[in-house]
């Protein structure tokens, strides 16, 4: 795996991998970015689509097959610059790891493949439904290796990533 972009985001990253599972041959960039308001993080990837068309049948009835695949498996992983304004700089980890265990379930469950046009509706029943409780998870797990305690569901993370991201610090 490859990995490249902020130093300070390399590192993190790095740390998060101790708790998450290998992506071999995957090149990551992660680094701040300017995303809108209220969004932590984002990530991208290059994403090819294959249309196969096929009739069948005496009346010539064609129907559409898609397969969707990532291209070369890069990922582009942005967080808010916002974030990196925080001035206490255990806080500023502790949120930006959050938002990167966050992204890389995202790549993990190749959530990417997922997207269509309605994935505004489904993105929190069908995408978001799990994946809050895996990343705590996660995370808590990262603190343990570290010899912090483990966080609850409400907990001071999420109120610093929505009062920075949505004021703009």
Known sequence: ????????????????????????GTYIN???GS??????????????????RKTAGFFGKES????????????????????ARINDENLRKEVVT????????????KDLLEHSKNYRKRKHKK???????????RLNLLRKLE????????NYIEKEIERTVNTGR
């Open 1 to 24: 795996m490859e990995i490249s972009g902020n130093i300070e985001c390399k590192e993190l990253l790095n740390e998060c991998l101790k708790v998450s599972k290998p992506f071999r």
């Open 30 to 32: 992660i680094g701040y």
């Open 35 to 52: 995303l809108p308001k209220g969004i932590a993080g984002r990530v991208n990837a290059e994403i090819e689509t294959i249309r196969k």
């Open 64 to 83: 559409v097959r898609i397969n969707r695949r990532i291209k070369n498996n890069e990922f582009y992983i942005r967080i808010n610059e916002n974030l």
């Open 98 to 109: 959050s938002i990167i265990m966050h992204e890389l379930l995202h790549i993990e469950r």
């Open 127 to 137: 995408i978001h439904s799990s994946l809050e409780k895996k990343a705590l998870e």
């Open 147 to 154: 010899g912090l305690k483990p966080l609850e569901k409400d």
